[in-house]
């Protein structure tokens, strides 16, 4: 079983910065993939993705943050974080730290967290 916990959610004012953390309980599982992904708060809102890191070290990012955000893991600490700059009230919205874990040969499964809440202020 791997438990997610994301801190460093809040209020933030438009031009800002934040950086969000997960704590990763992994109990020896191998972790394919570790991310972020965000829901916003407004009707017919689909969970979608932010960043996502492999566990070769590859990046991908949403064109929404691409070139402002940047995300990055701590093996030692069992952490991955996001940190993004110029916000906007765009980003408002709950974000999910998740792992994707090999469960079996082909196989794999999502974890997520419980969520943080990032309100961006104009």
């Known amino acids: 079983q791997v438990q997610l916990v994301e801190s460093g959610g809040g209020l933030v004012q438009a031009g800002g910065s934040l950086r969000l953390s997960c704590a990763v309980s992994d109990n020896g599982a191998r972790i394919l993939e570790r991310g972020w992904y965000r829901q916003r708060q407004v009707p017919g809102a689909q969970r979608e993705m932010v960043?996502?890191?492999?566990?070769?070290?590859?990046?991908r990012y949403s064109d929404a943050v691409k070139g402002r955000s940047t995300i990055s893991r701590d093996y030692r600490e069992k952490t991955v974080s996001l940190e993004m700059k110029s916000l906007t009230p765009e980003d408002s919205a709950v974000y999910y730290c998740?792992?994707?874990?090999?469960?079996?040969?082909?196989?794999?499964?999502?974890?997520w967290g419980q969520g943080t809440q990032v309100t961006v202020s104009s």
């Open positions: 960043a996502v890191i492999h566990s070769s070290g590859a990046t």
């Open positions: 998740t792992a994707v874990v090999i469960v079996d040969i082909g196989k794999s499964r999502d974890f």
